[in-house]
C-alpha cells in the first residue's frame, strides 16, 4: 500500500491562512486558447487570488512537478532548488480545473496523476473535470479517477463559481481502496465494484479501505457560509459579453480549419480520411463547448451534431462528407446573422433542415446493408 503524502509542516504553516477565494491558486489546464483566456478572467472577476495554466496535460503536469520542488525546497530552507525551467511555479496549487481532450496528456492522465502519482505535490487537492461530453458513462468515469466535480460544457460562469466554491469548501474524508483514491464516494454505493464496495457487514479494514483526512487547509478552504454574492456574479456576466466578439472571431476561424479538412478530405478516396475525420471531429468538440457560454447556444447544438456525424453516426462516405458540409454551412449562417438564442425561426429551420438530411442519409445506409 502507497503512502500518502502530507506535507505537515507548510499546511501548518498556511493553516488559516485562505479565508476566500482571494488567497486561492488555481490551475487552468485547457488547450483552446480563448476557453483558456474566459476561465481565467471568470475567476479573477470571482476573485481568485492567483491563477495558473497550462495548455493540456503534459505541461501541467510540469508545472505541478515544479511546484512540489520548491515546496520540498522551502521545507529544506534551501530557496535555490525552487527554481525551475519553467520559471517561477506558484508555492501551492489550492484547486485544478482541467478540460478533458487534450493532447499531449488529457484531463483523465492529470487526474490519474495528481491523485496516484508519487511526485505529485498534492493528491488532495480539489480536480473539476470540464467536458463537452457529459454522458453519464464519461461522468463516473471521472468521478472514480477521483474528480471532485465534473462540469459540462458549455459552462455558465455561476456553474463555474458554484462548483469551486463547493470544492474548496468540501470537507470529505479521502478514500483510498481498490485502484481508487479521491473523495469519498459512499454516496453511491451501486455504482461501485464488488473490491471497492464497503459493504455494511465487513469492516473497513477487511476490506482494505483507508481514510486519509486532508490537512487542515484543504479540510476547511472556506468557512461555511461564504460564496460568490450577486455583485460578483454580474461582473462574471460583464466579462463574457465583452468576450461575445471575440467568440465570434475565433468561431469564424475554426470554421475555415473545418473548410480546410473538408476540401481536403473530398481529395482522397474513403479509406484515406480518418484522419481529416479525426480533426473536423475535435473542431466540433470545441465548437460545442463554447457556444452556449457566450450566448449562441444554436452553435452547441449544431456542433454536437457535427459530432455525432463526423465520429460515430456514419461512415467516411462522400455522402458523410456532403452532410458535414451543411453542418458547416449551418454554422457559418449562425455567425453571419448572429442567431443568438435559438436564432427564432431561422435556428428552428437550420435544425429541421439538417434533421431531415441525417435522416435521408440514414436511410441509404439502411437500404444499402439490407438484404435483397
Request: without cysteine; positive net charge.
Amino acid at each position: 500500500m502507497r503512502t500518502v503524502k502530507t506535507p505537515r509542516a507548510r499546511f501548518a504553516k498556511l493553516a488559516g491562512a485562505m479565508s476566500d477565494f482571494e488567497q486561492a491558486t488555481v490551475l487552468v489546464v485547457e488547450d483552446n486558447a480563448m476557453a483558456r483566456r474566459l476561465l481565467s478572467a471568470v475567476l479573477r472577476a470571482i476573485g481568485v487570488g492567483r491563477i495558473a495554466t497550462a495548455a493540456n496535460g503534459a505541461e501541467a503536469i510540469r508545472l505541478l512537478r515544479a511546484v512540489g520542488a520548491r515546496e520540498r525546497a522551502a521545507e529544506d530552507s534551501l530557496p535555490d532548488a525552487a527554481e525551475s525551467a519553467d520559471g517561477d511555479p506558484p508555492e501551492r496549487i489550492d484547486a485544478v480545473i482541467s478540460d478533458w481532450v487534450m493532447h499531449p496528456g488529457d484531463g483523465e492522465s492529470l487526474l490519474r496523476w495528481i491523485r496516484r502519482h508519487p511526485d505529485s505535490p498534492n493528491r488532495f487537492v480539489p480536480f473539476l473535470m470540464l467536458s463537452a461530453d457529459a454522458d453519464p458513462p464519461r461522468v463516473r468515469r471521472a468521478r472514480d479517477l477521483g474528480a471532485s466535480a465534473f462540469i459540462a460544457k458549455p459552462f455558465t460562469a455561476d456553474t463555474v463559481a458554484r462548483y469551486l466554491f463547493t470544492a474548496l469548501a468540501d470537507a470529505r474524508r479521502y478514500v483510498e481502496v481498490g485502484g481508487y483514491f479521491g473523495p469519498d464516494r459512499r454516496k453511491r454505493p451501486a455504482d461501485l465494484s464488488e473490491a471497492e464496495r464497503r459493504d455494511l457487514d465487513r469492516s473497513d479494514r477487511e476490506k482494505g479501505v483507508r481514510f486519509y483526512v486532508p490537512p487542515q487547509l484543504h479540510e476547511r478552504r472556506l468557512a461555511p457560509g461564504e460564496g460568490v454574492d450577486a455583485q460578483r456574479l454580474m461582473a462574471i456576466q460583464k466579462v463574457i459579453e465583452q468576450r461575445a466578439d471575440s467568440f465570434v472571431d475565433w468561431t469564424k476561424e475554426a470554421l475555415a480549419r473545418l473548410d480546410l479538412e473538408i476540401d481536403s478530405a473530398a481529395k482522397r478516396p474513403e479509406s484515406e480520411r480518418r484522419a481529416q475525420f479525426s480533426r473536423i471531429t475535435l473542431i466540433a468538440h470545441e465548437l460545442r463547448g463554447q457556444g452556449t457560454t457566450f450566448g449562441y447556444p444554436l452553435i452547441s447544438a449544431l456542433s454536437k451534431g457535427l459530432q455525432e456525424v463526423s465520429a460515430h453516426s456514419f461512415d467516411r462516405s462522400d455522402a458523410t462528407l456532403a452532410l458535414i458540409r451543411d453542418h458547416t454551412r449551418a454554422l457559418k449562417q449562425v455567425v453571419r446573422d448572429r442567431l443568438i438564442g435559438d436564432g427564432g425561426d431561422a435556428g428552428r429551420q437550420l435544425i429541421a433542415d439538417l434533421a431531415t438530411r441525417r435522416a435521408e442519409i440514414a436511410g441509404s445506409h439502411g437500404a444499402e446493408s439490407a438484404p435483397g
